[in-house]
Every structure is written in C-alpha cells, then in structure tokens.
C-alpha cells in the first residue's frame, strides 16, 4: 500500500477512536452520576476542602489568616492545646489574637461552646465530639450552617486506685459498672471491694456526652455514681477511695502520679493500655510519668478513640476566616508537633 493511502486510513483510524473515547465518557457521566462540575464546585465552596492540605510547614507560612481579636471556647479537653500550642500561634501570628470565654450560662465544654458559637458569641469553637443534629439544626435555624475540622486524635482513659489490682475492664464491663449493674470489683476478676463510680454530669461537656452515648448506649448513669465538678476534684477522690473509677481524657489521666490508668478491651482478656510499657509505678513518679500509647491511638486498637474538631460557622464573615485559619494552623506540621508536645496524637 502506497503512503498516500496510507494517510486518510490513519485519520480515519484516529477519528473513530475519539469518537469512542467520547462516547464513552458522555455514557460514564450520565449513568453513574459523575458531575464534573459539581465536583469543581465543592473543592471551591467547600471550607472543610481548604483544610485538607495547609498551605506550609509553620505558623507563619499559613496563608488567610485574619487580622483582629476573636473569642473563641468550648471543651475542656483541650486545655492543654490552648496552653500549649496557642501561646506559640499568638508569638508567629500576633496579628491574629485569640481570647478564650467561657459560657455566661453554665460548665465550660463542648456543648456550651458550640451553642455560644450559635448564638453569637464566639468566632469558633472548639469540640471532643462531633456536632450533633440538634446543634446543625439551631444552626441553620439561624441561617447558617456549621463545619467540624478534626485536628488530633484523643482517647478516653479510665482511671483506678493505684493500689487495686485488676487487669483491666471490657467495655460492657465498663458500662456496667456506671449504669449499676456491676457494684463489686470481685465481679470483674477484682478483690471484694465496692465500687465507687465517679463522673462530671452530662451537662459539662463533650467527653461525657461521648462516654453516654458510646459506652452506656444512650443508658442512664446508676444512682451510686457521684458526680463532680472538674477532673481534678476526681483524681483526688480516686487517690483516697481504695474502689473509685474515674474516666476522662487520655491526657489528662495518663501522666498523673496519684492514680492508675487501665488497659481496656474490646473482649475479655484482650486488653490494650492507653499508656506505653513498661507501666510506670506511682513510686517512681514524677521522676518519670506515663506516656501515651500513640500507635494504639491512631491504629485504632485502643477501644475508645475521638478526634478533636475545631467548630466553624460558616457565614462568609471574618469569623469564618478565622475558624478555619485557626485549623490550619493546627494542622500544619508545627502544629501537629506542639499537639503532640501538649500530649494529644497528630491526625495526620
């Protein structure tokens, strides 16, 4: 065959293989619902989509950050992100000023944050748990919505005397024990010694609304629970209370030298510690402390695990700006190391 016929065949031949590739991405897109630009749309309009990869390494190489005092509040579960990272935040960005508030009504924490959020009173909230439908519902009621950006993992550590000796505690053990059904620790492989459950009441924020539902199932606590006030009131209890149990942040549980934090599992037997072994003895502490079991947290082996959301209204306003510039800077690499340094485990 000559060249000369050789050269309509080609086009022809490159014609009939673009109209098949064409005709097959127009049947793709109308049958499985692809949208290609709806997908463009929602990387544009999306703020959670801007969080995805920050802009750099440190505080200040993170772009849209506002100029301004904002006020933000919320779990008390961070208190050591707001002691830790936001100090080093104000000194590479002291154009973007941040004041904590606590709730004019009411316990500091999670529930009370995001409802200051709603009403007006803070720039963003910070959150244990995710927002609930109640909350996305007051929200939109008011005309704007809400976008919950995780920003490091926690866990909830269960604490004991340091003097009982006990393996550890299933799940179902656990939610037993709170709502009454288990009042002896001879029940769960213990000595005979009654069991004195201790907690902060479901009101004062996000790391109890979390034990309810994930552990309890929604249940009432059992009339032998006491309820107290702060973490700190509890761990004191427990330290004078031979049968006390006591449960709240892994960070705040894990390093103190007064209690014992216990290995939890899934079934019977099959135990893994929100700490680090070798375990750390009360007699050797402060000298040294329990670390947190960071592999267990972020593989998903230690059975009670939650992120950390920074909680954004999403109005177009400054305060939007700001509560995202803030998760940025959270999530850049500086800010997952100082997360890290404040005892939480990196998200990413």
Known sequence: MSQKNEIPILILSLA??????????????KNSGFNLNQTISNKTNNPQASTGKPSGKTFTSIQNVPTGLFNYGGSTSWAPIRLTVDPAI??????????????????????????????????????????LDRELSRAQQRGFSLNQIG?????????????????????????????????????????????KPYSRRISDGGTVELFVQDILGGQSFGSQVEFV??????????????????????????????????????????????????????????GKRNKLNIE????????????LFVVVKQTGQIEQ?????????????????????AGFVKIR
């Open 16 to 29: 009939i293989t673009a109209g098949l590739i064409g005709g097959g991405f127009w049947w793709f897109t």
């Open 90 to 131: 104000t000194v590479a960005r002291p154009e973007f000023r941040l004041r904590y508030v606590e709730p004019s009504n009411g316990s500091p924490g999670s529930g009370t944050g995001i409802q200051s959020l709603i009403d007006g009173q803070l720039a963003f909230a910070q959150s244990s748990r995710p927002v």
């Open 151 to 195: 920003v490091a993992i926690d866990g909830l550590a269960v604490a004991v005397n340091p003097n009982l000796n006990i393996p550890g505690l299933t799940l179902d053990q656990l939610k037993s024990i709170y709502t009454g059904k288990i009042n002896n620790w001879n029940q769960v492989g213990g000595i005979n010694l009654p069991i």
């Open 229 to 286: 006030s702060t973490t700190t009131q509890a761990l004191q209890k427990l330290a004078s209370s031979p049968g006390g149990i006591y449960y709240a942040s892994a960070p705040e549980v894990v390093p103190q030298c007064s209690i014992k934090p216990l290995p939890l599992g899934r079934t019977q037997g099959k135990y893994v510690a929100p700490y680090q072994e070798p375990f750390v003895f009360p007699n050797e502490c402060p």
């Open 296 to 307: 267990a947290f972020q593989s998903g082996k230690y059975p009670i695990t939650r992120n």
């Open 321 to 341: 700006q700001a509560g995202i510039a803030y998760a940025n800077l959270l999530l850049s690499e500086q800010g997952q190391e100082l997360i890290t340094q």
